[in-house]
């Protein structure tokens, strides 16, 4: 039973976000022990998997209707959703309760990011606005934010960027699982930009959103004073990432989305390693 509470926390997504966390923390030089860096990250993970349970126990129906979801542990009945539920707020206190002891402002993060995801992405806008996406995207900066928050004790504008970097990269990583599985969603009733705007909008959408992204990221760099090397892989990266979009365009296909899905993936590790190692 344990290894289907563990599948409520989107392990791989989760993983993601705690990999920018950790680049946005290694990226600022922070002082703080290893042990209590540790136990930050740990804490925020459980608030990001908390929020992640919070969100299949309120979807509950709509995963049930969606090829891509219906064997999760909530629509197979292995799961009640009210066990998510409790699983989900449990790990959250505990998670925001961790944060809080060790630095305050990052918990204060960390609730932007839990609030973004649940209360505004997911219980209000994910089933009446396919622009829900932004909320979402905002959710998904939060996690860089804290880390680079934890490390230097407040806001910057690098914080800033960072998270804006992340919420320009997103709708590459949902939008082209959005068209793949666009009869998916509406069949569920969920609105779509691809299936609302179309799917042309849709890669122009995502183009364009990855061009700004990139370009964040490279400033990024150059704040970062990191070194000739490492801006010039990123360089490649972003080129690679810009013509990969530009391919959907040109050559639309599922296989040219799912590349793309699978790249900006890929791009987003090395972009937060080339932080992490300056």
């Known amino acids: 039973m344990i290894k289907f509470y563990i599948k409520l926390l989107k392990a791989p997504q989760t993983g993601l976000l705690l990999f920018t966390s950790i680049a946005g923390y290694l990226a600022s ?27 299949m126990s309120f979807d509950e129906d709509i995963d049930a209707k969606m090829n891509r979801t ?12 009210k066990s998510s539920l409790l699983f989900g707020w449990l790990l959250i206190i505990i998670g925001m309760m961790i944060a809080y002891l060790i630095q305050p402002l990052y918990s204060i993060i960390v609730a932007f990011g839990v609030f973004f995801n649940y209360i505004i992405y997911t219980l209000w806008l994910k089933r009446r606005s396919a622009l829900s ?5 905002l959710a998904g900066g939060m996690p860089i934010l804290a880390g680079r928050v934890l490390a230097i004790g407040n806001i910057d504008l690098i914080g800033i960027l960072m998270s804006l970097g992340i919420l320009f990269w997103i709708p590459t990583h949902i939008l082209s699982l959005a068209m793949n599985h666009s009869e998916d ?9 691809p299936n609302k705007f179309g799917f042309t909008k849709t890669r122009y959408f995502i183009t364009s959103a990855n061009i700004i992204a990139v370009l964040i990221f490279l400033y990024i760099s150059l704040l970062l004073e ?11 990266g972003s080129v690679v990432l810009i013509a990969t979009s530009l391919i959907i365009i040109i050559k639309p296909s599922e296989r040219a989305n799912f590349y793309l899905f699978k790249f ?14 300056r």
């Open 29 to 55: 030089s922070g002082q703080l022990s290893t042990e209590l860096v540790i136990l930050a990250m740990f804490g925020m993970v459980l608030a990001i998997g908390g929020a992640t349970a919070l969100n």
């Open 70 to 81: 219906k064997n999760r542990p909530i629509p197979k009945g292995i799961i009640t959703s």
């Open 133 to 137: 996406i932004i909320f979402g995207g």
């Open 185 to 193: 969603y509406r069949i569920a009733g969920v609105p779509t930009i």
């Open 226 to 236: 990191i070194s000739k090397t490492g801006i010039m892989i990123l360089l490649f």
């Open 264 to 277: 900006a993936s890929l791009y987003m590790v090395i972009a937060m390693i080339i932080m992490m190692v």
